[in-house]
């Protein structure tokens, strides 16, 4: 229930936009529910069909069909999060998970301290971003942005992370706009900075523009191709819009290119060469029969 369940922050609960947090750690919770189990498993089996069908659509079809699987996927967070028997403050608190259920400060995790009693918090600390990877984004519902682009884009340009406090690394990013409100028309590439919380599995931008709105984006903590982002308004953490991004490899814009380019040069060279056939072809048939027509005369 890991993929779930860390998605469910995007819409219900704030996010944190800054480093400098107040510490906070949560209590220890003890006792277990008897369904917790059953409520995992039933769940995982649900958010697997959800992940299968957003895959299937994605890869045939795209558009809006991947829009209605997002919205499955969204409402499957949302269920799981309101079933959660032991919720933690996504604002500042860390879900050690397990059957032992605690939370610890998202300032604990990724720091080189087992803080977790399972040791959890320490399991996954690889960055799983690296500089020049892009994210493609696709609008799922926009009531804020002043451009109201159906597509964005988010290139990392570079990641740093200081020795003194590893449980957050500081990102240079671009994120590249196509305007398509009336009076807001063309391209633009805004400059960013942000940050990504190890504690969190997410990644945040600071608002680049004057509108003061700023990106969060959140990953299952198992796959980092795909995150689910909130707009929000700086001050208030209000969501107002929600993109699903995607993380393009390496060379896939040129081996789509060079796809697109192969088979239409295959295609076209087909069709000349069935035209050119198909012309020699009528016309030796055209003679012979004008031939054979002309000797009976």
């Known amino acids: 229930s890991m993929w779930s369940r860390l998605l469910l922050g995007l819409a219900l609960l704030g996010a944190t936009l800054t480093v400098v947090l107040g510490i906070h750690p949560g209590d220890d919770h003890h ?29 045939r079809t795209g ?58 918090d320490e399991d996954h600390c690889e960055m799983p971003l690296h500089p020049h990877d892009e994210y493609e984004g ?6 804020c942005t002043q451009r109201r682009p159906e597509e964005m884009h988010i ?11 590893t449980a957050f690394a500081k990102i240079d990013a671009d994120i590249h706009i196509e305007a398509h409100a009336k009076l807001l028309e063309g391209e633009v590439s805004l400059p960013s900075i942000g940050y990504y919380s190890f504690g ?28 689910l982002a909130r707009i929000v308004h700086e001050a208030s953490m209000e969501t107002c819009a929600m993109f699903f991004f995607v993380r393009h ?14 088979y239409d040069h295959h295609d076209d060279h087909y069709d000349d060469h069935h035209d050119d056939h198909h012309d020699d072809h009528h016309d030796d048939h055209h003679d012979d029969h004008h031939d054979d027509h002309h000797d009976d005369h």
């Open 31 to 59: 006792g277990h529910k008897e369904d917790i189990m059953h409520v995992e498993e039933r769940l995982a089996k649900l958010n697997a069909h959800v992940q299968d069908l957003v895959d299937e659509i994605h890869d």
């Open 155 to 165: 290139r990392i340009k570079s990641i740093s992370t200081p020795t003194f406090f």
């Open 249 to 262: 490899k390496h060379g896939d814009h040129h081996d789509d290119h060079h796809d697109d380019h192969h």
């Open 200 to 227: 969190r599995r997410a990644f945040a931008i600071l608002p680049p523009e004057k509108d003061r709105l700023g990106i969060v984006c959140y990953f299952d903590g198992v796959d980092y191709d795909r995150c």
């Open 63 to 120: 558009g809006w069909n991947m829009k209605k699987a997002l919205h499955a996927e969204f409402r499957l967070a949302r269920l799981e999060n309101q079933r959660d028997p032991f919720p933690c403050d996504k604002d500042r608190e860390f879900h050690c998970g397990g059957h032992d259920p605690q939370c610890i400060s998202i300032l604990l995790v990724c720091d080189g301290i087992k803080d977790c009693r399972n040791g959890h």
């Open 138 to 143: 696709h609008v799922i519902f926009d009531k």
